[in-house]
């Protein structure tokens, strides 16, 4: 029984987190309706300058950003291989790319964005710190299926969570989406 409890209380503590994050979003986003012109000229262009952690995550593409043909030679396939499928919420996005290994069998690996309150190692289980991705990054070592999955932070900024068939695949993802989200490899 008490297995059970403990199961459900993490997806349970997710779940509120992402609906606060989605209020206030929309708490955030009803009072720019009353500003003027200028000023709703001013906040577009801010919209589009800020953070991950500063906008309403479902206007934020992560396939535009990351598209197929720069994932593919990550994913070892190419182009014509690799199909991106986004799907973008107040609280996250994320880009399923499916890569067509031929005779109906396919792979895929999974890039989501998360505003930074949603860092949470001690809710990941047992897990592996690793040196040299964002401010932290952890490896978690009780596998989803079979995707091997890396979190990263970028304090003030997301949270990238993403699975892949291996870990070296995993890693190439983390460092591609460094780069492209926040213009720096590191």
């Known amino acids: 029984m008490y297995r059970s409890i403990r199961k459900l209380h993490h997806p349970a ?3 509120v987190v992402a609906l606060l994050t989605a209020g206030l979003n929309g708490c955030s986003q009803q009072s720019n309706n009353t500003a003027s012109t200028e000023d709703q ?3 577009k262009y801010r919209a589009q300058t800020q953070t991950v952690a500063k906008r309403d995550l479902s206007s934020f593409d992560v396939c535009v950003r990351l598209p197929a043909t720069d994932v593919a030679g990550i994913l070892g396939s ?3 291989q690799t199909l991106a499928k986004a799907t973008m919420l107040s609280y996250a996005s994320d880009c399923t790319y499916t ?3 031929g005779d109906g069998m396919k792979n895929y690996a999974i890039i989501f964005i998360y505003s930074p309150e949603m860092w949470a190692p ?3 289980g047992e897990i592996e710190m690793i040196e040299g991705l964002g401010d932290e990054a952890y490896l978690e070592k009780e596998s989803i299926g079979s995707f091997k999955k ?3 932070l970028v304090k003030g900024d997301f949270v990238l969570d993403i699975r892949a068939n291996t ?3 995993a890693r190439g993802l983390a460092e591609l989406a460094l780069k492209r989200l926040t213009g720096k490899s590191r």
């Open 78 to 80: 190419t182009p014509d």
């Open 150 to 152: 890396i979190n990263v």
């Open 99 to 101: 890569i067509e290994l």
């Open 13 to 15: 503590i997710c779940l």
């Open 122 to 124: 001690t809710m990941a």
């Open 167 to 169: 870990l070296e695949e």
């Open 41 to 43: 000229t001013e906040e």
